[in-house]
């Protein structure tokens, strides 16, 4: 095993901000970590390629989606196995590959039952849950927020790039850094309670459980705003399962939360704005992209993100895909080809190109897992990712007092995710104190600025799918 | 020539015809700002960072319009544009040299009189100049940086490579 250090140090715009050194081990030998950040990248620093051995194959596995979702890096910590992505690095701890299925019985979780009433649930602390927060903040209502992450603010943590928008929404600046300034703010908050590094995993007759590695938590909420954003899709190719394939999302949280490079040379698979936004990033932490492909005929994204990375001569394939890779520990090589407008591969065009990562941003899906078990009514619109909950112009869905926001309603932006969850913050207050003249008169300006926003050429398909996922609002809203 | 959504990459004659390219009194007069903005997209951070409102969208998704007799070419915007969008040329000064206000956010960083080498817009390199003038901006952190080029490469010239 060649161990190198895949730390970024020096970053054109970013500084990160490290904790204490210390030391783990892996499988016996000692490594160098920081304190409290994702174990999964301290492990992926240090050169480690191979996190596991899936069970029955026994093929090499290694960071994915960084989000813990994927379950690819989950080795043995102290001898419980443990998503590594989402757990924070602490001294001495000891890490050892798993190869076969860990025996699930021996490490049940303590159930302290905290039961916990409260006026509002919002499960989910990414832009949409963040901005329902801080509409309810210093109001009478209790709230409780939800994220499973290391970071409050969902996808907003690693995005480094400037924001796009208008004044009010933040604009020119960058993402993370408006991540950081509502986790203080909701901090503050002495009516809203964050429950971090915490999973909703159920609902159930007697209320929603959420657990994490202190306590199961039952919680029992009178409004819930369910803002649990979107995961990444996935691509079928030959070798799809090698270490150095990850999602883009994942790509970006190694490098730009943790500062890790995910690769030095790098394909990156889809041209949609975050295929184009990772690879002008790549370049900023001093990767080398060597091509970006797409199947359509056209760019997907944003031309001005396209531009971007054109200007340092990294190539735009249109009408290519990849047809595999190949490598032993980790991609070394990967296969692409042109295809025609069926999508059809075309012989005589492939090529091989020399790549140790490839990165897929083949687009997100709404992740509703939770929302569905309140038994909301779902439908099937692809314009906004998938499956999604039917819900009111003011973010209700057809089961009362359950509202949503964000990607999980519409695979969309963050400045939309906000708009919503503070349509969302609105509309519970509304329900709550009545129909307050400051409210109804903020949440209808809330809803015009959606309408413009998504006036744009650029925004057609969520347009037309949100036509779709809608349903009447309540008599009661007006 | 490609749609530009083909490409990545924008020619002269796009730019002209979307009134983005000031004619040659304008140009000749001092530096001026180029928008290289050339789809509808949600933004407006040109329009409220231009502090002489040289640039307006009456909606927030319209193509932003320059008003170049108001603009001064003081580069502002091109420091706050998250599209990395828009350039600032400069042919006013008599003799070869033109110059480009660029916005830079790799490493290594650029520093005054440092020689770079001149990309265009697909990356090729078209030639060498002198960096005159570097600042960061103070929101963004990117840095803006103007750089000496041949005068007929104004139009040309979208990115540097810092050489060490
Ligand atoms: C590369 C990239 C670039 C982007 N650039 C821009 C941009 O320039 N401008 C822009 O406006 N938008 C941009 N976006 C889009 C934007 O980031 C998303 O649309 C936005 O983050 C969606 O917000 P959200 O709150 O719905 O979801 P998320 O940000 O995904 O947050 C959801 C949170 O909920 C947590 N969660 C999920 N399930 C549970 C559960 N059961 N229990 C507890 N927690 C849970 C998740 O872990 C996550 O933390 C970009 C996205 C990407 C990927
Ligand atoms: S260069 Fe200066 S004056 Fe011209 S548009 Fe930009 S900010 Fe305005
Ligand atoms: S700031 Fe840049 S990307 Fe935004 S509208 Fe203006 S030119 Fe376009
Ligand atoms: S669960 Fe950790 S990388 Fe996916």
Redesign the interface.
């Known amino acids: 095993m060649c161990l190198s250090d895949r730390r970024i140090y020096t970053h054109p715009i970013l500084e990160f901000k490290r904790g204490k050194e210390i030391t783990i081990f892996f499988e016996g030998k000692p490594i160098r970590a920081f304190e409290g950040e994702s174990l999964a990248a301290a492990i992926y620093a240090a050169g480690i390629n191979v996190f596991r051995l899936s069970p029955i194959l026994k093929r090499p596995r290694a960071v994915f989606c960084m989000v813990g979702k994927c379950g690819s890096c989950i080795v043995r910590v102290n001898g419980i196995p443990t998503r590594t992505c989402v757990t924070p690095a602490e001294e001495n701890m000891r890490i050892e590959r798993i190869s076969n299925l860990p025996e699930a019985s021996k490490y049940e979780k303590r159930l302290v039952s905290e039961e916990i009433d409260v006026d509002v649930l919002i499960v989910g602390g990414g832009p949409a849950g963040m901005a329902s927060a801080e509409v309810l903040c210093g109001t009478d209502l209790s709230v409780v927020l939800v994220d499973d992450q290391i970071r409050l603010g969902g996808q907003l943590i690693k995005q480094t790039h400037i924001f796009f928008g208008s004044r009010e929404l933040f604009a020119g600046k960058r993402g993370f850094e408006i991540a950081e300034e509502y986790s203080n703010k909701l901090s503050k908050c002495p009516n809203v309670r964050v429950l971090d590094r915490t999973t909703v995993i159920g609902v159930f007759k007697e209320g929603v459980v959420a657990v994490s590695d202190e306590a199961t938590y039952l919680i029992r909420p009178k409004y819930v705003v369910v803002a649990a954003g979107a995961y990444e899709n996935y691509l079928v190719f030959e070798n799809n399962d090698l270490p150095g394939i990850m999602g883009a999302g994942g790509a970006q949280t190694l490098m730009n939360v943790w500062g890790v490079k995910p690769g030095n040379e790098i394909l990156v698979v889809g041209s949609g704005n975050v295929g184009l936004i990772i690879s002008y990033q790549l370049l900023q932490a001093g990767a080398e992209v060597k091509a970006v492909i797409e199947a359509l005929p056209r760019i997907g994204g944003w031309f001005v993100h396209a531009a971007k990375i054109r200007r340092y001569g990294v190539p735009i394939l249109t009408s290519h895909t990849i047809l595999g890779v190949k490598g032993s520990e980790r991609v070394e090589e990967a296969t692409i080809a042109r295809v025609d407008e069926g999508w059809n591969v075309i012989r005589g065009t492939e090529k091989s190109l020399k790549v140790d990562t490839v990165l897929l941003a083949v687009g997100l899906t709404p992740n509703t897992e939770i929302v569905r078990q309140f038994g909301v009514a779902m439908k099937y619109i692809p314009e906004l990712g998938g499956l999604v909950p039917l819900r009111t112009p003011y973010m209700e869905t057809s089961v009362e007092n359950v509202f949503v926001a964000g990607d999980l309603a519409a695979i969309e932006e963050a400045t939309t995710a906000f708009i919503e969850g503070w349509i969302a913050g609105y509309s519970i207050l509304i329900k709550a104190h009545g129909m307050k003249e400051e409210y109804l008169t903020k949440r209808e300006n809330l809803v015009r600025m959606l309408y413009e926003y998504r006036s744009a050429p650029v925004s057609e398909k969520v347009r037309k799918g949100w036509q779709l996922s809608l349903i009447p609002c309540e008599v009661s809203a007006k | 020539m490609r ?8 020619d002269l004659d796009t730019l002209t015809k979307m009134g983005y390219v000031p004619d040659e009194i304008r140009l000749r007069r001092g530096p001026v700002a180029i928008y ?10 040109c329009v ?2 231009c502090p002489f409102n040289a640039v307006s969208k009456n ?3 319209d193509l932003p319009q320059i008003d170049f007799s108001r603009c001064t070419g003081c580069g502002v915007c091109v420091g ?6 828009i350039f600032v040329v400069d042919v006013s000064k008599e003799g070869d040299t033109g110059y480009v206000t660029l916005p830079h ?3 290594p ?1 650029p520093s005054k009189d440092g020689e770079v080498v001149l ?6 390199e078209v030639g060498k100049g002198t960096v005159t003038r570097v600042y960061r901006d103070k ?5 803006v940086v103007t750089v000496s080029v041949p005068k007929d490469l104004v139009m040309v010239v ?2 540097i ?1 810092v050489i060490r």
């Open positions: 749609h530009f959504k083909e490409t990545g990459v924008v290289e903005c050339v789809e509808e997209i949600p933004c407006n951070v409220f960072s909606k927030i998704t706050r544009c998250p599209g990395l969008a956010e790799l490493f960083t990309l265009d817009r697909e990356g090729r929101i963004t952190k990117s840095w979208r990115a490579k």
